[in-house]
């Protein structure tokens, strides 16, 4: 076979052709050794493959005579890369690492997630709920709400609960009394003297339940001398009733409630304190009572809720209440407020030298100034205080205020960051401020974050929160909440209301007709008109003394909505003893129309309670019998001071949209944000100061007492400018919690003033919602987008009034939503609108038509109202006309022509709530 080192011959043997063979193998091992030369001189030559040209930068030309020099200058290049040209050799930046100084997998990895920042992305979805909880953010972020749905409670024991007094108690074995302020949160309280065993305090449910449907009832009990007490259902056979365990036996106020669903209902149904082993002269206490029909989902689950729960689902209202006056606030990174904050106890030898700075001379020890501050349970906090002085300064927190014994944070004795986890029932403590000793000592920026040292600010940051208030939204539901009025924020960040519920104040203003005549009542009516209610049943009535009307007007203290016909009639039954129309009288429009305004009729020289049968003089006195001897011989045409009329809920045909007022916007900082949510914001009242020794606000002594009683200043205002100089006190002459006072040298007596505060009794205004849907940017995209959507808008707010101030022009009209059948006339013509100037008179304008007389139109809003009803006259297809402008907002088209066209345009009225 032929090859380069032995040609041997095929047909030879190899022992013939060994001499080839061998001269073969010679050969190969000098090629061999030649390779291996090769080799050690590659291995060790500077220029090996002198004759090939590397390319090492395409771009740059920069070649190598070999592989070693390719790969001496590639490396050259990457150390350039990574750190700085020469001569420099520290290294810069590592490529992979982000600005908060952590490396990342590779540089891609930071690319892309610098990119995500740049993209559009879904918003971060947040719900929050009723009280404190804890929102971690990654960014600075506006914190926008998606939808707030309405609630309805409905109080079928009425006012009753409440034990302002006792009309509508009943009282077995025993004396029942009030005990003003006794109950919690300051309520009236009920006292039960017993008698005997089995005393029992109760109201009369049972023309307000049904069988087959499920209710619960809720109180605060306590017990007195009494060994225990339960919310006692009466009579029990025939409801299915629970919790098992009812009984208390604290002298502290603990949280009664029962559920129940009637299988049969008798002549009564009571509800209310019970003491089965009470003997006489023993006492047992209630306050709060409630009762509320619920769905069946809510009554199965009710089981497995704790008494706390019950109670925070279900608060007392009195009557019927809304979704209302709703707050969502965020404290603010910082926690603690500055020393100027009215929530800061100031000691009398502490002077505040600024916002954030406060020195104390003490003579002795103590001298505590006190902050308190709401916590979140099982939640992690960092706190830093800043002091100046000797080892004696002394700062704490503790859940007592003024306090230097054992606390959470025990005394402190110079500046220091200190980290604590709360407890399970932690919710409120007290930063104390002290000396241990008589000395001068400085406290400085103090500062209370959510979270580890890690969220501690660098330098210090005061307390800069944000809020959103929703003072007068009314957002309203059906029983189960499937038919609900939804809030939600439009295009321009503005919060508006899609409404399924309708209100009406059922006063003396309304076109009232007699219906039918029954042995101790009668039935009375008018027309809703415009598209048919959609249920009937849903509707609620509440009555002028806040009982709530039943469903059904075929008894007293009944009504009924709609009939099936375009015209929507509303019926309403009457007690006699209510009215004093006698079963044999048939009044007139205008004496029913008196009974809404508050009046109850009888025979002149009869008792006020003796109804009245059609002989002898007519005479009216208050529905409540109060001021008989005041009492008019003439038809009553406008309500006594005080009186509350009756008020319908229904169900809209048509959903309706419109605004609400607002004040505020929430803003997320990075890092934990402690948000609450609640009820009971009252905002921007107009109040006027009296004067004692100082100028006071909220003195109900001196005639400066606001509308609702006082549970906490949010802001008192000067010409709608926050004015800080107000100081707070407490005492018999407050309205409530607290007042306020300013010194006569520092008050302008020119100026309009206004309160924005938190009422104690929420239950006057409405019920918190049970959920806020909400979300927020994710990313610095989506965050610079709705920044600048925002200053857009509110540029261009600034500039139409800055325009409209310039030239007096006048405001933008807002359209109205229009019911009860009315709509806008169309053909070209000016459509409803209205809108107030800056001298606070509203205008009104636009033609409309087909609503029923009598009905109002549209609702003006709170800010557009006045304080007295408003009557003016207008042009109805050429003829007079007239409108009335309620207290409430609603402009009633009292008289004209409804069919042809009835115009808006009347003389202004100033609006003064």
């Not at 209902?265 to 209310?272: K, T, V």
């Not at 009905?855 to 009557?871: K, M």
Request: charged letters at 15%; hydrophobic letters at 35%.
């Amino acid at each position: 076979m032929p090859n380069p080192y032995a040609n041997l011959t095929p047909s030879k043997k190899i022992k013939d052709d060994f001499q080839t063979i061998t001269l073969g193998f010679d050969r190969v091992k000098d090629d061999m050794d030649a390779v291996n030369l090769l080799i050690a001189d590659h291995l060790s030559s500077m220029i090996a493959h002198a004759a090939k040209s590397i390319t090492v930068d395409p771009i740059t030309g920069v070649t190598a005579a070999n592989v070693q020099q390719a790969l001496a200058q590639l490396t050259a290049q990457l150390t350039e890369i990574i750190a700085g040209p020469a001569p420099s050799a520290a290294e810069v930046s590592d490529a992979r690492t982000g600005a908060d100084a952590i490396a990342r997998a590779s540089v891609g990895i930071l690319i892309r997630e610098i990119h995500a920042q740049q993209l559009k992305a879904a918003p971060t979805a947040v719900t929050l709920s009723p009280g404190l909880q804890n929102i971690i953010a990654n960014r600075r972020s506006r914190l926008r709400i998606k939808e707030i749905k309405g609630r309805t409670l409905v109080n079928l024991g009425g006012r009753a609960g409440k034990f302002a007094n006792l009309t509508g108690i009943t009282t077995v074995t025993g004396t029942s009394a009030v005990v003003s302020g006794g109950g919690q949160e300051g309520r009236d309280a009920l006292q039960v003297t017993a008698s005997g065993a089995n005393s029992f305090a109760s109201i009369d449910i049972v023309n307000q339940v049904s069988v087959g449907k499920y209710y619960v009832a809720i109180c605060n009990g306590k017990v007195g001398t009494a060994p225990s007490m339960i919310l006692g259902l009466d009579p029990a056979a025939g409801a299915v009733s629970g919790p098992s365990s009812n009984t208390i036996t604290s002298t502290s106020y603990s949280v009664l409630y029962r559920k129940f669903s009637p299988t049969t209902i008798g002549a009564r149904l009571s509800i209310g304190p019970y003491s089965s082993s009470s003997a006489n002269g023993q006492t047992f206490f209630a306050d709060g009572l409630r009762v509320y029909e619920i769905s069946a989902a809510d009554y199965t689950a009710i089981d497995s809720m704790t008494a706390a729960q019950v109670a925070a689902k279900w608060p007392y209202v009195d009557d019927a209440k809304h979704t209302n006056a709703v707050y969502v606030s965020n404290a603010g990174k910082n926690l603690v407020d500055s020393f100027s904050s009215s929530d800061w106890t100031i000691a009398s030898s502490a002077t505040i030298k600024g916002a954030n700075s406060l020195t104390l001379v003490n003579t002795a020890p103590g001298g505590h100034s006190s902050y308190p501050i709401n916590l979140l349970p099982n939640t992690t906090y960092t706190i830093r205080v800043e002091v100046l002085g000797d080892s004696n300064v002394r700062w704490n927190l503790t859940p007592t205020k003024a306090s230097s014994s054992f606390s959470v944070i025990q005394n402190q004795s110079s500046t220091a960051t200190i980290t604590f986890t709360t407890d399970a029932t932690t919710t409120l403590l007290y930063l104390n401020l002290y000396s241990n000793t008589a000395g001068t000592y400085t406290f400085n920026n103090p500062i209370l974050v959510v979270g580890d040292a890690s969220a501690m600010p660098a330098t210090f940051e005061p307390k800069r929160g944000s809020y959103l208030y929703l003072p007068d939204a009314q957002l309203r539901s059906n029983v189960d909440g499937s038919v609900a009025d939804s809030l939600y924020t439009d295009g321009e960040g503005k919060p508006r209301v899609t409404r399924r519920w309708w209100p009406v104040v059922l006063d003396g203003s309304l076109p009232w007709s007699f219906g039918s005549s029954f042995t101790g009542y009668k039935r009375v009516l008018f027309s809703l008109g415009g598209s048919p209610v959609i249920n009937n049943a849903e509707g609620n009535v509440v009555k002028y003394n806040g009982s709530i009307l039943t469903r059904n007007y075929g008894v007293a203290d009944g009504f009924r909505v709609g009939d099936g016909t375009s015209n929507n009639p509303v019926y309403i039954t009457i007690p006699s003893s209510d009215s004093g129309w006698g079963d044999s009288y048939t009044p007139s429009a205008a004496e029913i129309a008196a009974y809404f305004y508050g009046y109850r009729m009888f025979q002149n020289g009869q008792s006020s309670s003796v109804p009245y049968n059609g002989t002898g003089t007519k005479q009216w006195c208050r529905v409540d019998f109060n001021t008989p001897a005041d009492a008019p011989l003439t038809v009553p045409t406008a309500p006594w001071a005080g009186y509350t009329p009756y008020r319908l809920i229904y169900q809209l045909a048509q959903s309706a949209d419109e605004p609400v007022n607002y004040e505020g916007d929430l803003v997320l900082h990075e890092g934990g944000n402690q948000i609450e949510v609640g009820t009971g914001i009252v905002v921007r009242e107009s109040v006027k100061p009296t004067l004692a020794t100082n100028w006071d606000i909220n003195n109900k002594t001196t005639g400066s007492a606001l509308k609702y009683r006082v549970a906490k200043f949010v802001g008192i205002y000067r010409s709608d400018r926050f004015d800080a100089l107000w100081s707070t006190w407490s005492g018999t002459d407050v309205y409530g919690n607290v007042a306020a006072s300013i010194l006569p040298s520092r008050f302008d007596t020119a100026a309009p003033y206004a309160v924005t505060y938190l009422a104690l009794d929420t239950y006057s205004l409405g019920i918190a919602p049970q959920t806020i849907s909400a979300d927020y940017a994710p990313n610095i995209k989506e965050g610079l987008d709705d920044v600048t959507r925002v200053v857009t808008d509110l540029k261009r707010e600034v500039s139409i009034l800055q325009t409209q101030k310039a030239g007096k022009q006048q405001s933008q009209w807002i359209a109205p939503t229009l019911v009860n059948g009315w709509v806008n006339y169309g053909n070209g013509e000016t459509v409803a609108g209205y809108y107030k100037d800056d001298r606070g008179y509203v205008f009104m304008r636009g033609l409309i038509k087909s609503g029923a007389i009598g009905q109002a139109a549209f609702t003006l809003p709170a800010g557009y109202r006045p304080d007295s009803p408003v009557r003016v006259s207008v042009n109805s297809n050429l003829a007079f006309g007239s409108l009335i402008i309620s207290t409430d907002g609603r402009v009633i088209i009292d008289s004209g022509s409804s069919t042809s066209w009835t115009s808006l345009a009347a003389v202004p009225f100033l609006a003064t709530q």
